[in-house]
């Protein structure tokens, strides 16, 4: 992958906005084809061999080859892969390394949370004024809209920063580290999520859907933190159409 980061790659379209590269399939194959050897009776899921296979049915590795396929694609260093094993909608276990900075964010359920090694744990802010907030845009042109205008509208000038790194995978990791307060997206897809739901919960914190329930592999739309920002941030941001299931 890394050999690739500076060379003409293929490019083609999953949707709107939605690219995937000749390497994002390369790396998908590798990887499985590991697994499938170590693990042969194990469900693969990957973001581009088997989108449409579900994840949380017996066991299952979830795969993103790049988490950040468009920063890759167009020579920005913020992207990761990720691997990530579930049972039954349960992660058990979430990996997620970037190449560019030589940094392994990983967790086991009940064992903590690590960044190559060493325990992490989510901020310890206790006010929204303090906080650095990431999130990134969703596909749709509609909830890129309604997240702009939320942290514009009901959380701007109440925090120190925004920031949009381009990779959900990373977002979520930051976030378990400390180095970021609370991250949002909607439109996320199993493997985005697989490795960050584990890290922020096994740092201590918390990551729901948008309307407060506890995140899981299928839910349309996260918001991490640690409990007393999640909570302030979900008070300052009732009502607003980003919040709504529909929005």
Request: glycine share 10%; proline share 4%.
């Amino acid at each position: 992958m890394q050999d690739r980061f500076e060379k003409v790659k293929e490019i083609s379209y999953k949707g709107p906005g939605d690219i995937v590269t000749d390497v994002d399939r390369e790396v998908e194959a590798e990887v499985f084809s590991f697994l499938a050897s170590e693990y042969p009776c194990m469900n693969l899921v990957g973001e581009e061999s088997s989108p449409d296979l579900r994840a949380d049915k017996g066991y299952a590795w979830i795969v993103d080859p790049i988490d950040g396929t468009r920063n890759y694609a167009y020579g920005i260093p913020l992207y990761s892969t990720v691997v990530g094993l579930a049972y039954e909608g349960t992660v058990l276990v979430g990996v997620n390394y970037d190449p560019n900075r030589d940094e392994l964010f990983g967790a086991e359920r009940g064992k903590g949370a690590f960044l190559n090694g060493k325990r992490i744990q989510v901020s310890e802010r206790a006010s929204l004024d303090e906080c650095i907030i990431g999130l990134d845009l969703s596909y749709g042109d509609v909830r890129a809209k309604y997240a702009l205008e939320m942290v514009a509208n009901t959380v701007w000038p109440h925090m120190r920063t925004a920031r949009m790194i381009g990779s959900s995978a990373l977002g979520l990791s930051y976030v378990a580290a400390g180095r970021t307060d609370l991250y949002l997206m909607t439109g996320l897809k199993p493997w985005d999520q697989v490795a960050g739901l584990l890290l922020v919960e096994e740092a201590g914190g918390v990551t729901t859907d948008r309307m407060g329930r506890l995140a899981t592999l299928y839910s349309d739309g996260i918001i991490a933190s640690c409990r007393d920002i999640h909570e302030e941030f979900m008070q300052r941001t009732e009502g607003h159409p980003w919040r709504e299931a529909a929005g």
